[in-house]
């Protein structure tokens, strides 16, 4: 079993929609959560980043973990088509390692 | 310049040739690292310095050969690569071992 599942898409919404994206992981060591999005040929730009169980939200943005789960999710409300681009989960045990381990990502497009 | 800045943006180079990429950070962070990103493949680490200080280092070839020279700057030397380590080459910075870690805009190689 992979330690972060994340569907790789490619997911395509009407512009207006409300995007849920999702990552599943096995690790219960892992302590902190993040999520990234990735436009093509640039590098990941950070969108959010929890550390507790809940919800975090930010603008039209909201990112939800469930640890009981093993579960995380990111919202996106009212999508925009510059909302297009690959996101990626990211989720680290923060203990005595550096290492991140990352989902896939998922290719999301919004079509106006 | 603000952020993670990396050099260059794209780089083709012979089996024998001898190549390094640069990256910068202007965050004050001090850790950095490197990252390959391969298609539908998740990121993997390369290489995690602290301080200056090599803290990581996930079974990377020999061909690879990182440098960080102080807290600000990374290089990654290559020499005698091979055609499949072609990919996007990301550098990222973070504040402590917890940090969010912010990303380069890349550097896109292709070995030939």
């Known amino acids: 079993q992979k330690e972060v599942e994340q569907d790789p898409g490619p997911l395509s919404v009407p512009e207006g929609a409300i995007v849920s994206l999702n990552c599943t992981y096995s690790n219960s060591a892992f302590q902190y959560f993040m999520w990234y999005r990735q436009y093509s040929r640039k590098g990941p730009e950070l969108l959010m980043y929890t550390y507790s169980s809940g919800n975090k939200e930010d603008g039209r943005f909201t990112a939800q973990v469930d640890k009981s789960s093993k579960y995380i999710s990111l919202f996106i409300r009212d999508s925009q088509p510059s909302d297009s681009a690959t996101y990626l989960c990211?989720?680290?045990?923060?203990?005595?390692?550096?290492?991140?381990?990352f989902g896939k990502g998922t290719k999301l497009s919004v079509i106006p | 310049e603000t952020g993670v800045t990396q050099t260059p943006r794209h780089l083709v180079m012979g089996m024998t040739n001898k190549k390094s990429l640069k990256c910068e950070q202007h965050?004050?962070?001090?850790?950095m690292y490197w990252y390959k990103q391969s298609a539908k493949k998740p990121l993997e680490l390369m290489f995690v310095?602290?301080?200056?200080?090599?803290?990581e280092n996930n079974s990377v070839p020999s061909r690879f050969s990182p440098e960080c020279p102080n807290s600000s700057h990374l290089f990654l030397h290559l020499h005698t690569l091979q055609p499949e380590d072609s990919a996007l080459y990301l550098c990222?910075?973070?504040?402590?071992?917890?940090?969010?870690?912010?990303f380069g805009p890349g550097t896109r190689l292709t070995v030939l």
């Open positions: 990211a989720i680290g045990t923060g203990a005595g390692s550096y290492q991140l381990t």
């Open positions: 965050l004050g962070h001090n850790a």
């Open positions: 990222a910075s973070s504040q402590a071992i917890r940090g969010a870690q912010y």
């Open positions: 310095y602290s301080l200056e200080e090599r803290v």
